[in-house]
């Protein structure tokens, strides 16, 4: 399990984040073909764009020119994956998809959302010692 931002180089960030983002349209695809009505409107209407996101925000965020464009956007990347994690636990807790199907899903998008936080967290402390 990667701790924070440090456990894995940005460019995997970018690769992972990418490949989240395709897992993502993949579930959407596979919810059209197989899914009830409930599960392709949440995967239609809300889980889709929070989901492929992360992968664009966080390349934003990489190209950012400052610390303070930085901590905004890379907060924008922890909203997008926390939001992701959202409708994937209601899609399984209300019994639209099989946990098994998006356990995957469900850990990856708790992990980056937790390698965002760490890092928005990381460049906070640092402006503010920096300010010191």
Not at 2 to 23: M, V, Y
Not at 46 to 53: E, M, N, V, W, Y
Not at 55 to 71: E, G, L, M, P, V
Request: hydrophobic share 40%.
């Amino acid at each position: 399990m990667i701790k924070n931002e440090k456990d894995f180089p940005e460019r995997d960030l970018k690769q992972r984040t990418k490949i989240f983002a395709i897992r993502i349209i993949k579930l959407v695809e596979y919810i059209n073909l197989h899914g009830k009505v409930a599960a392709k409107i949440i995967a239609n209407k809300q889980l889709i764009r929070p989901g492929t996101a992360v992968a664009a925000n966080y390349r934003a965020a990489c190209r950012c020119k400052s610390r303070k464009d930085f901590i905004h956007k890379i907060g924008t990347v922890v909203e997008e994956a926390d939001e992701t994690q959202l409708w994937l636990e209601l899609l399984t807790e209300s019994g639209l998809v099989e946990l098994a199907l998006i356990k995957g899903l469900l850990q990856e998008s708790g992990e980056l959302t937790a390698i965002m936080t760490s890092s928005r967290n990381s460049a906070i402390n640092n402006l503010k010692e920096k300010k010191d």
